[in-house]
């Protein structure tokens, strides 16, 4: 419940502004660990507890009580529309909607019950579940809802490709290599669900469409491997099996090298879920130490609540412990600056100093050094967490942590795109005809450069004297290039234009440019023209889709909060715009001191998948507030 200011203007907002920034370092100094750390849940869409009941499902291994709490969370979540969106009040999306509606169905809700006769128009109204994504018609096929032919081929055999190929599975992102790996060994053997309360789902498809294969249209290419997928699909069966069993092993070997113990392989619900699958499928026993290890992953990434059960995509602790330390920090108290450092001590002895992960294929020279997201994946760290963690470290105590600042800058330059620009995980994974595979229609599958990694690293590297000038020099140019025609700068990772303007502004300041450069004043002008009337930022999810939106969006605080820090950095501290923001989050904090956030400001896939960061509606308003307090 947010709190009423007697006089809700700035200058009531002024008079509490110290109170205001007090109580939200005091929140998030109670979600601080007895270890030091940070971890704040994680929220998708209806896709992944849908997909956990259904694993449960397909393995046989049903935790009633467990599904019960998905199921309500289900219930909760669905849309007005019948459907389940892929964020908090968007619109219908089929594939969602053809998971969460199986899911219900097998736990028990009655297909006649209004519900899932609304979710079940919905899904038929789309045209049914044969024109789900890929991801979906595989769960389908599993469990024999759905012919084989109708999901695009992928042969294991992929596996055994040279890394010269056209394709190989280097040229996907990490996300994409983690999930399909074991899921190409599900693809090739093709196991049934043992689904022992033989749920069908005929219902949810339109006559005839259950073995029609989909076609892709599009661009050439789209053509050219949609005649090339009709050829693998005949083709298949007549691979030499001796060769089928060689990529097999390949793959499980791969999946073993990086299970990831107890935070699972690349840190990843999907990933994990196909693991689980594959190993079941090749008759690993229930208690052979891979198969505990991938069960023991997935139960990890369970919020089991009385009142809200759900499974989040993953676990982000780094990424939230090092903007916790950020932000506390910024409030100049001696107790946020001993929580920000005790947080900071839990981080250093996670920076993988040994291991070259997957990303030393394309840069075998550079040597480790950065962080994961997760508490542990050694062999997928990134960019974007290693430069936050970096910028935390060096502004808490440069000379205490100068070793692990170096080590991280090191490896950041080394990670730099041939373009100039830093992307998430991996130097220059930017092929654009993997995205025209038929199998690879679920969302982002290749890693290029974005401007908010890149701004991030920008950032960091201005603070660091061991830092190559070039690097530095070539990020703020490929800043530049990136910059839109109207000023603003598109968020690969945050929702959208609102997160990209907001975290390259600081950057390019921080970098040497000066505030009143005309491209600043471009983009500073662009944030002050899309602040809403009632003194916030807001952007919807549908920006990425639709240029309407672009700007637009209910207020939130993540998303005031990086208006307002770019804002701040551009020297607007005594402008119109910064004393309304500013305003609206004094005015809108809660009496815990947090802000109440349900829109999904965080971004995994641009519009295919996005997340409820639950810590953003915390930390970047406390950063915002304390920096202007500061300043």
């Known amino acids: 419940m947010a709190r009423t200011l ?138 024999g809802a759905l012919d084989w032919k109708a999901v695009p081929s992928m042969p294991v055999e992929i596996m ?44 949810l498809f339109s006559p005839g469409t259950a073995e029609r294969p989909m076609r892709p249209g599009g661009s050439i290419w789209a053509v050219v491997f949609g005649a090339l997928d009709a050829v693998l699909h005949v083709a298949e069966p007549w691979f030499p099996r001796h060769i089928r069993r060689r990529a097999i092993a390949a793959a499980v070997a791969f999946v073993e090298a990086r299970l990831n113990g107890e935070d699972g ?79 900071l001590d839990w981080l250093i002895p996670r920076q993988e100093l040994s291991l070259a992960g997957d990303w030393a294929g394309a840069r075998p020279e550079v040597r480790p050094g950065g962080w994961a997201f997760q508490y542990w994946n050694a062999h997928y760290p990134d960019l974007d967490d290693t430069a936050m963690v970096a910028i935390a470290l060096d502004r808490c105590d440069g000379p205490r942590y100068r070793e692990a600042v170096d ?48 701004a991030h690293v920008v950032e960091m590297l201005a603070a660091e004297p061991t830092t190559t000038p070039g690097a530095l020099a070539r990020g703020v140019e490929w800043l530049w290039a990136m910059q839109e025609a109207d000023g603003s700068w598109f968020g690969r990772w945050g929702v959208n234009y609102v997160y990209g303007t907001g975290a390259v502004i600081p950057a390019l300041v921080a970098a040497g440019v000066d505030a009143t450069d005309g491209r600043i004043l471009r983009a500073v002008r662009w944030l002050e023209a899309h602040q809403n009337d009632d003194g916030g930022w807001g952007e919807d999810v549908r920006s990425y889709v639709d240029t309407a939106w672009i700007g637009r969006g209910e207020s939130t605080a993540s998303q005031t909060a990086w208006a307002l820090l770019a804002l701040l950095a551009a020297g607007g501290r005594e402008t119109e715009a910064v004393e309304r923001g500013i305003t609206w989050l004094v005015c809108h904090q809660t009496e815990e001191g947090g802000w109440d956030e349900p829109w999904f400001t965080g971004t995994g896939f641009p519009w295919d998948f996005s997340i409820n960061y639950h810590l953003y509606r915390l930390v970047w308003p406390l950063m915002a507030l304390g920096r202007y307090q500061r300043q």
């Open 6 to 143: 007697d006089a809700p203007d700035f200058a009531g907002a002024l008079s509490e502004l110290d109170r205001s920034v007090a109580a939200a370092a005091d929140a998030l100094i109670r979600e601080q660990r007895d270890d030091g750390h940070w971890s704040f849940e994680l929220e998708a869409d209806a896709t992944i507890p849908a997909e956990f009941i259904l694993l449960g499902h397909y393995l046989d291994r049903i935790d009633a009580e467990m599904e019960a709490g998905l199921a309500r969370y289900l219930r909760a979540i669905q849309g007005a529309h019948g459907g389940w969106p892929l964020f908090h009040d968007g619109p219908f999306d089929l594939s969602a909607s053809v998971k969460a509606y199986f899911a219900l169905k097998a736990v028990g809700d009655d297909p006649e019950a209004p519900h899932m006769a609304r979710a079940r128009d919905a899904i038929l109204a789309a045209g049914g579940a044969a024109r789900a994504n890929v991801f979906t018609r595989i769960q389908l096929a599993l469990f």
């Open 160 to 203: 055994l490709l040279p890394r010269w190929f056209p394709f190989h599975l280097s040229k996907v992102s990490y996300w994409s290599r983690t999930v399909i790996v074991p899921l190409l060994v599900l693809m090739a053997m093709r196991p049934k669900a043992r689904n022992p309360r033989k749920i069908r789902i005929r219902e």
């Open 265 to 343: 392989l690349g840190g990843i619900y999907p990933a994990m879920a196909n693991s689980a699958m594959m190993f079941d499928c090749l008759g690993y026993a229930p208690d052979h130490p891979s198969v505990a290890t991938v069960r023991a992953a997935l139960r990890k990434l369970l919020v089991l609540r009385p009142e809200r059960s759900y499974c989040q995509p993953c676990l982000s602790p780094v990424w939230d412990t090092g903007l916790a330390a950020l932000a506390l920090m910024e409030t100049g108290d001696e107790a946020g600056a001993a929580a920000a450092r005790r947080g």
């Open 407 to 454: 080590r991280a800058a090191e490896w950041i330059v080394g990670m730099r795109c041939k373009s100039g620009g830093w992307a998430a995980f991996d130097a220059d994974n930017d092929s654009r005809l993997v995205a025209a595979l038929p199998f690879c229609d679920f969302g982002e599958v290749t890693d290029p450069p974005s401007a908010d990694v890149t």
